[in-house]
C-alpha cells in the first residue's frame, strides 16, 4: 500500500488539501494521512480548522509527501524544512500543489529545478528562490521524485498524473469519473493570466485604447509610435517602463485576448477569428495559441465555450 501523507501549514488551503485526500484516498491503491509540526488543529485561509492527526515523525514512514498550498507565503519553521529535506533523502517522492511550492522551493529541493506554482505568485518565488526556474505557464511538472503543480484545480492534473505513473491510465481514468474530472486537460494555466494594461491617464493609454479598437489591421509598432507622436525607438522604451513589456507583446497579447472572447462568445469560423483579431490565418493562430497557452483554437473553444470569463477592459 502506498503511503501518502499530506503536510499542512497554518493557514493551509483547505481545497487544495481536500484535492489529494480525495484523490489518494480510495483504499485500494493509497493510504493518506494528514500531518503538522504538532499534531491537532491547523487554520485554514476558509475559516475552519484541519484536524492533523499526526506530527512529522510520519513522514518517516511517507512513500509520497504533498505540501498543499498555504499563505502568507512565509518560510515554514526548520523542524518542517528538515522533514522534508530528510523525505527526499531517502527517496520519498515530494510534491507541492499551488503555494506549496515556497515550502519545497525553502527546502532546497526545486534548486535546479523547473518548477511551476499559481501564476499570481510565480514571480513571487522566483524573486525569493533565485535558483529555481519558475515556470507559470504550466499545470504540473514531474521530474520523478519532485513534482509542482500551479494553481489550485491544477492540484488534480497533477494527483491524476501521479496515479497513471504509480498504476496505469485505466486505474487514473477510473478516479477520475468517480472525481467528475477530465482525465488529462489540454492546454496549461496560460490560459488564465491577465495580461497588462496602462493605466488610465497614463501616456500610452490613448495609443492603447487606439489600437484596441484596430485589433483586425495590420498594425505595426512604427504605427503606434507614430499615434503617439514619437519615434519608434523612443516610443519603445516609453512604454516599457508604463506597462512592463514591449509594444509588440503587448499587441500581440491583445490579440490574443481578443481571440479568446471570440471563440468563447461567437461561431465563428478559426480563420475569421484570426483575421479579427489581426493574426492573419488560423495557422498563425494555432501557432501563438499554442506558444502562449499550450493549446489550440478547437481545444480553447470545447473547454470553454459557454462559460463566463472576466476578460480586462477594452478601455485603456
Avoid at 5 to 22: G, H, K, T, W, Y
Avoid at 143 to 169: E, K, P, W, Y
Amino acid at each position: 500500500m502506498h503511503r501518502v501523507v499530506a503536510v499542512v501549514l497554518p493557514e493551509v488551503v483547505a481545497f487544495d488539501l481536500s484535492i489529494p485526500a480525495e484523490v489518494f484516498g480510495d483504499k485500494e491503491h493509497y493510504s493518506f494521512a494528514v500531518c503538522a509540526q504538532s499534531p491537532g488543529p491547523v487554520p485554514s485561509t476558509s475559516g475552519f480548522d484541519v484536524y492533523a492527526s499526526q506530527g512529522l515523525d510520519a513522514l518517516a514512514t511517507a512513500d509520497t509527501v504533498v505540501v498543499p498550498g498555504y499563505a502568507p507565503l512565509d518560510d515554514p519553521p526548520s523542524p518542517v524544512l528538515a522533514a522534508l529535506r530528510a523525505a527526499a533523502e531517502r527517496g520519498a517522492r515530494v510534491v507541492s500543489v499551488c503555494t506549496g511550492a515556497f515550502a519545497l522551493a525553502a527546502a532546497g529541493l526545486l534548486d535546479g529545478l523547473r518548477a511551476t506554482t499559481h501564476w499570481m505568485d510565480a514571480a513571487e518565488l522566483a524573486t525569493r528562490h533565485p535558483a529555481v526556474d519558475v515556470d507559470p505557464d504550466l499545470l504540473y511538472i514531474d521530474h520523478g521524485r519532485i513534482a509542482t503543480s500551479a494553481g489550485f484545480a491544477a492540484g488534480i492534473d497533477l494527483c491524476l498524473h501521479l496515479v497513471r505513473a504509480d498504476h496505469g491510465a485505466e486505474t487514473a481514468v477510473q478516479v477520475a469519473r468517480r472525481l467528475v474530472v477530465a482525465p488529462h486537460r489540454e492546454g496549461g494555466q496560460a490560459q488564465f493570466l491577465r495580461r497588462p494594461l496602462p493605466a488610465d491617464g497614463g501616456g500610452m493609454a490613448a495609443v492603447c485604447a487606439w489600437a484596441l479598437d484596430r485589433l483586425g489591421e495590420p498594425l505595426t509598432v512604427a504605427d503606434l509610435a507614430r499615434r503617439a507622436q514619437s519615434s519608434p525607438r523612443t516610443f519603445a522604451r516609453h512604454f516599457v517602463a508604463e506597462t512592463g513589456t514591449t509594444p509588440l507583446r503587448w499587441l500581440t497579447a491583445q490579440r490574443l485576448l481578443e481571440a479568446r472572447r471570440l471563440l468563447e462568445s461567437t461561431d465563428l469560423p478559426v480563420d475569421e477569428v484570426a483575421r479579427r483579431c489581426g493574426l492573419g490565418t488560423a495557422a498563425n493562430l494555432r501557432l501563438h495559441m499554442s506558444r502562449d497557452a499550450s493549446t489550440s483554437p478547437v481545444a480553447y473553444r470545447r473547454a470553454y465555450r459557454g462559460r463566463s470569463t472576466a476578460y480586462p477592459t477594452r478601455s485603456a
